[in-house]
């Protein structure tokens, strides 16, 4: 009998454990965030033969081949205008995005509801950037050079090209002042790829004061970003750094952590998830956010049973794709939301400001509120 009970205890806590690990994030969610919420679409718009979808803090912009069309994040239409091109690369801050023709040379500029100037270049865009007041820059490459870099300013004018004859621009920012340009660059040319960070004061373009800060030999320069501080960050393969007054220092190496996913996307902070192992058959993702204001001294976490296949974020919120689940999660690490997600989604895009988002399909793109 006492063999049979021993049995009887055994299976009820394999039960147990089995249900546990089966709703790990359903329980965890329990007892660290009470008040998460269901959230439910607010809006639905058929698209099709699209090439990109950006957000704005007003719109999510659709551009397919031939139209450039913009809805609200109650999913109504708030204009359409007239495009040709083969391909697209954009990029939005604020209220603007700027569309560059993929391979081509056509360039878009977006504020609002309006398309408020286009132009062309003399050679092939490679990429594109914008800041909040509407400055911006693209890379492109020419004949003679490896890469160019033109900025402008809010109405579409040129205010100075950048040569590069020797390197690879690979990402270019504009300080949220106008008066910073930042050009991430590497050269393949020897034996070991070789990254840089160009400095340009805008204001007083000349040789004598761009500053080149030397990433070190054998490091793949990722991303640059300037963070609410107005701090040059910047992001490697193997760890993310911070430039102020022009000097180089380290705010989070890779090394010893076993990252899957890092971003240095939203303006705050730099977010990363990494997969911590316990033991044999035990493991779990952590989704880590550190502040730039306190040099990423107090992390916050939030743990994940699964590696989420998409993330992005934009101010205080951070929505990842974990199997048939979109979790929305602020950066104090705390779920604030779920949503069941159904179909396959191509992309998540967030508006600009944060509070909403689109699951972007095939088809359609489902806007939700956070």
Known sequence: MKKLIVALVILALSVLGFAVYNNYEDILMYITNKDWQVTESIGTVNVSNFYSVDGTSSN?????????????????????EA???????????????????????????INGSKKVWSSEIQGTILGVSVNKNGYSAVIYKQAGYKSLVKLMDSEGKELFTSYLASTYAVDVEISNDNKTLVI???NVEGIKVQSVIKIIDVNNVNQENVKKVDLGDDVLVVDVKFNDKNQIVVQTDGDIKIIENRQLNSFLSFKDLNVNIATIKNDNNAIYISKVDNGLFDSKYVLTICDYKDGGANKK????????????????????????????????????KRVESVGNIKSIVMFDNGNSFGLVYRDKIEFLKI
Request: net charge negative; charged share 20%.
């Open 83 to 109: 495009i040709s091109v083969k391909g697209v690369v954009t990029a939005s801050e604020g209220d603007y995005c700027i569309i560059g023709e993929t391979d081509g040379t056509k360039l878009y500029m």
């Open 184 to 186: 991430a660059e590497i």
């Open 301 to 336: 976490e939030y743990e994940m049973k699964s590696l989420p296949s998409m993330m992005v974020t934009q101010k205080k919120n951070i929505v990842l794709l974990v199997e048939n689940e979109l979790l929305v999660v602020n950066t104090n690490g705390k779920l604030v």
């Open 60 to 80: 999510l912009l659709v551009v397919g081949n031939n139209y450039i069309t913009g809805y609200s994040n109650t999913s109504k239409q708030t204009f359409d």
